[in-house]
């Protein structure tokens, strides 16, 4: 037996920028252009075959954009037992080609998720992309309907410039009924779903821990995987209009990581921001560094306007997840040291399901400022006496310890042909490097035997 339910998409465009070039500064313009049309929902039928759609959205190409020999359309959407997708198709009939992307924002329920689409459409062709986010999605945030979807289309010509970014906006028919003021990402982490994915909850806070210019962090909660530690901030945007949240300054057990993440987020809308400590501190090898596990994690929280006017003052938050306090270990190889900067060879933090392996260096800052090392240009890199290439980054600010990683791919010590079949065989590292600050601006080698 077919069920048929009719749903309707309104679409809501907000147009972020003028054309212009890349380097140029544009203000937002708010215009809106609503569409609806009819959409018809077909669940599967009941004997239906093991894994088939359960159900189908036929939006017979609806337009949610068409101006200027440029025109976007919504094909169809998919939901199934295990993901949702949605067809996006881009029409260029313009005389140049045309960059689409869509990274910078995407929500479902009001809720942020990741998300990714480029296409890059020649004068006078057409390209279709499909959007889709899995059922962990869904059990993440607790959703059980789709009431409506958002997402940011940039489009740049072939020299870059923008020729337009805006904000859609799909509501179905479930928006008029859908119940936004239940918080569903809190309700399902208290249920316990998420160790169905491996997730163990070990700490979890209602406790607001930032609140200014509208912005609030208004959960926190640390899961053990087995892959390693991971914080999920719970992120509400209850101003008037779009922010812009830097977090930055992370130091993990007193160690700086140079590690930041930058969101942006509409009106009355939730983003879970995550901070993975296992791409921190490599796989979670805190015992190459003297701990015996995560104690605490520090950051910073700035918030800002859409025109990037500070609108909060930047504020430090300390989340305590043990009641050591640790001292730094400065035990090791010391490879470095100069201009009041030390660098402290800790081993290699190997991957336990691969053969891959990031090399781990302290790097400790006794300068009243920061300071920032990244590879020498004219230098060397070799591994086991064989020159590569590496990028090598990393900061430290004044005063503190921090850590500079290289990591060691399968493919770099396989296809790159150094002779090594695993990270267990490399015998030596060099690195040529350059350390430079407001004062300070140095060269020197990295030499490490392992």
């Known amino acids: 037996m077919k069920k048929f339910l009719s749903v309707f998409i309104m679409i809501t465009a907000l147009s972020m920028s003028a054309c212009g070039t890349s380097e140029q500064q544009t203000q937002a313009q708010t215009s809106e252009n609503i569409t609806k049309t009819a959409v018809v929902v077909e669940e599967e039928k009941e004997n239906a075959a093991e894994g088939s759609e359960k159900a189908v959205v036929s939006a017979d190409n609806s337009v949610i954009y068409d101006k200027d020999g440029i025109k976007i359309t919504v094909s169809e959407v998919k939901l199934s037992e295990e993901y949702a997708e949605m067809d996006i198709t881009f029409e260029n009939n313009t005389d140049d080609e045309v960059h689409f992307s869509g990274t910078k924002y995407f929500a479902v329920n009001g809720y942020s998720v990741p998300f990714t689409l480029f296409s890059s459409v020649e004068a006078g062709n057409s390209d279709t992309e499909t959007v889709s986010f899995g059922k962990f999605v869904f059990d993440k945030f607790g959703f059980t309907d789709i009431a409506d979807v958002e997402f940011i289309i940039t489009a740049n010509d072939s020299s870059y410039n923008t020729i337009f970014e805006e904000l859609f906006r799909i509501e179905t028919d479930k928006h008029d009924s859908y119940d936004y003021d239940t918080d569903t990402y809190l309700e399902q982490l208290k249920a316990g779903i998420s160790p169905k994915y491996g997730y163990e909850t070990a700490d979890l806070s209602e406790d607001k821990i930032y609140d200014g210019g509208g912005f609030s962090i208004i959960s926190e909660t640390l899961f053990k995987t087995e892959d390693g530690n991971s914080l999920w901030l719970?992120?509400?945007?209850?101003?008037?209009?779009?922010?812009?949240?830097?977090?930055?300054?992370?130091?993990?057990?007193?160690?700086?990581?140079?590690?930041?993440?930058?969101?942006?987020?509409?009106?009355?809308?939730?983003?879970?921001?995550?901070?993975?400590?296992?791409?921190?501190?490599?796989?979670?090898?805190?015992?190459?560094?003297?701990?015996?596990?995560?104690?605490?994690?520090?950051?910073?929280?700035?918030?800002?306007?859409?025109?990037?006017?500070?609108?909060?003052?930047?504020?430090?938050?300390?989340?305590?997840?043990?009641?050591?306090?640790?001292?730094?270990?400065?035990?090791?190889?010391?490879?470095?040291?100069?201009?009041?900067?030390?660098?402290?060879?800790?081993?290699?933090?190997?991957?336990?399901?691969?053969?891959?392996?990031?090399?781990?260096?302290?790097?400790?800052?006794?300068?009243?400022?920061?300071?920032?090392?990244?590879?020498?240009?004219?230098?060397?890199?070799?591994?086991?006496?064989?020159?590569?290439?590496?990028?090598?980054?990393?900061?430290?600010?004044?005063?503190?310890?921090?850590?500079?990683?290289?990591?060691?791919?399968?493919?770099?010590?396989?296809?790159?042909?150094v002779g090594l079949t695993s990270i267990d065989d490399l015998k030596s590292f060099i690195a040529d490097i350059c350390v430079y600050g407001d004062n300070i601006d140095s060269k020197g080698r990295i030499e490490v035997n392992y």
């Open 234 to 417: 719970e992120a509400v945007n209850n101003s008037e209009d779009t922010v812009y949240v830097v977090i930055s300054d992370i130091f993990i057990n007193g160690v700086y990581t140079s590690e930041s993440e930058n969101v942006y987020l509409p009106a009355g809308r939730k983003e879970i921001i995550e901070i993975n400590t296992k791409y921190i501190f490599p796989y979670d090898k805190f015992e190459l560094l003297g701990y015996d596990g995560l104690e605490n994690i520090c950051l910073s929280c700035a918030v800002y306007d859409k025109n990037y006017n500070s609108i909060s003052e930047e504020k430090a938050i300390t989340l305590d997840y043990s009641d050591k306090k640790t001292p730094v270990d400065t035990s090791g190889d010391e490879v470095y040291n100069n201009d009041g900067v030390r660098i402290i060879s800790k081993g290699i933090a190997k991957d336990p399901e691969g053969e891959d392996g990031v090399l781990l260096f302290l790097v400790e800052n006794k300068n009243d400022e920061e300071i920032y090392i990244g590879d020498d240009y004219d230098g060397t890199i070799m591994l086991n006496g064989k020159e590569e290439y590496f990028v090598i980054g990393a900061s430290v600010p004044a005063g503190e310890y921090g850590l500079l990683t290289v990591e060691i791919s399968e493919y770099d010590l396989k296809v790159k042909e």
